[in-house]
């Protein structure tokens, strides 16, 4: 396994979990499940707040097995550490490109929702981690950035079944914690504000993970090919940039369109 590869994965996997945290669910999440609101639902947010965390990290460590699967059939293959990093770079490049929107396509992928009729149905720590262990595995729900396939991508790189499976479960981890963000929301006037600054974020949280993808691809190329390689590699970038502007900008919005809305209904 070489290390380059690895850093390069733990990166994009905290990244992508971060930003995912900005996705319609993401956003269901910390409206629904607060200390005002599970108040009102007659349970316990520390409860539920704790199964959610403990279900993302389950959801991680399903998705670590499909990663854990993955590493292992590349390290049959015996690639060289040079091939990993060139695979690894234009993996982050295409993802990279993917959420500019220079195909033609953006995130939101997966439009998928979770059940929000649990809430009203379930105890607090059943819908806790089972809304927990929907967010924690991904690719289940609203997917807001190809950093989340990125990840995927790159546990399979580091050729270690082990190390995949923990890359995964860390995805999932936090994930989970970002319940932690509602754990003052005790009021209508607190949960407003809140979700207006969360808001605001959004933009900030989609730039970052663009920009890390981008490093990655231009890091691994550097390692896998040399200087000349890195060097191209930029300015390639810097094209896929310009061509991905006017679609970025006019396809990003749609997830942030859907998470305003997620915030008014909230």
């Known amino acids: 396994m070489d290390d380059l590869v690895l850093g390069a994965c733990v990166a994009v996997a905290i990244v992508a979990a971060v930003r995912s945290t900005w996705s319609p669910c993401g956003q269901s999440m910390l409206s629904s499940i607060t200390p005002m609101s599970e108040r009102a639902r007659n349970q316990h947010w520390g409860v539920t707040a704790t199964w959610f965390v403990i279900g993302a990290v389950a959801g991680g460590a399903t998705l670590g097995a499909l990663t854990a699967l993955l590493a292992a059939g590349v390290a049959a293959l015996d ?100 319940v932690l963000l509602a754990r003052k929301i005790d009021s209508p006037a607190q949960l407003a504000s809140f979700h207006r600054r969360f808001h605001d974020l959004g933009p900030s949280t989609r730039a970052a993970a663009i920009v890390v993808q981008l490093v990655v691809a231009v890091v691994l190329a550097w390692s896998a090919a040399g200087a000349a390689v890195g060097l191209a590699l930029i300015v390639v970038i810097g094209l896929v940039a310009v061509i991905g502007r006017g679609a970025g900008h006019r396809d990003a919005p749609s997830g942030d369109r859907e998470l305003r809305q997620r915030a008014e209904v909230g």
């Open 79 to 178: 690639p060289t550490t040079l091939t990993l990093a060139a695979i690894g770079a234009g993996c982050a490049l295409v993802a990279a490109s993917l959420d500019l929107g220079a195909f033609g396509l953006a995130p939101p992928y997966l439009r998928r929702q979770v059940n929000e009729i649990w809430l009203g149905t379930y105890r607090g720590w059943l819908y806790g981690v089972g809304f927990g262990w929907q967010i924690g595995v991904g690719i289940t729900t609203y997917v807001m950035t190809a950093a989340v396939f990125l990840t995927i991508a790159l546990a399979a790189l580091t050729t270690d079944p082990l190390v995949a499976f923990a890359i995964a479960t860390l995805f999932g981890l936090i994930r989970g914690l970002g």
